[in-house]
């Protein structure tokens, strides 16, 4: 009868253990983490590439704002540079100082451009100057490429009124390409 019994029990033992082993969970969070790991990766460093792009909007901004400001008083930068030049060293960030990154490249030695033009009729008293801040920015530099993303314009613009007549030669006020 114990042989009867063991007999018995020997099939159903290891389909017992079958069953078991099928319902473990063991492992399953380690796969189901490597198949979310990447899209999480991606959200995060695109949350940090999209909060260093606003501060350098903001930054941008602060330089166009800080710019109209100087040029309605008809600031004289020293030491020979130009009031683009002036503005720009006033970055918070040497990206956007000097470019070369693979964020900002910059152009010239420059990560931003500073453009400062009179869009009314003249430079007289009272007529507007408009400076405006533009840097070219590359989302996820290492992933950009190849996920679909590539750059964008970031860009800063003051106008406000003149105050004095600026005695800025044309070359140091109209930067080329604005």
């Known amino acids: 009868m114990s042989r009867k019994n063991s007999v018995e029990s020997g099939p159903a033992l290891k389909a017992g253990r079958r069953h078991r082993c099928v319902q473990s969970e063991r492992g399953v969070a380690l796969v189901e983490f490597a198949l979310v790991a990447p899209l999480l990766m991606l959200l995060l460093l695109g949350m940090i590439d999209l909060g260093k792009a606003f501060n350098y909007w903001i930054d941008n901004t602060h330089m166009a704002n800080y710019g109209a400001r100087l040029a309605v008083v008809n600031f004289q930068p020293p030491g020979g540079q ?17 470019g070369g990154t693979a964020s900002i490249p910059g152009s ?56 004095q007549t600026p005695s800025f030669a044309s070359t140091n006020i109209n930067a080329s390409g604005c």
């Open 82 to 98: 130009t009031l683009q030049q002036y503005v720009q060293a006033t970055a918070d960030t040497g990206e956007l100082r000097n």
């Open 108 to 163: 010239n030695g420059s990560g931003v451009s500073i453009c400062i033009t009179y869009p009314g009729t003249g430079s007289a008293v009272g007529q507007p100057v408009r400076v405006t801040v533009a840097a070219t920015y590359h989302w996820l530099p290492l992933l950009g490429g190849k996920i679909g993303i590539a750059q964008t314009t970031i860009r800063g613009t003051a106008d406000m009124r003149l105050e």
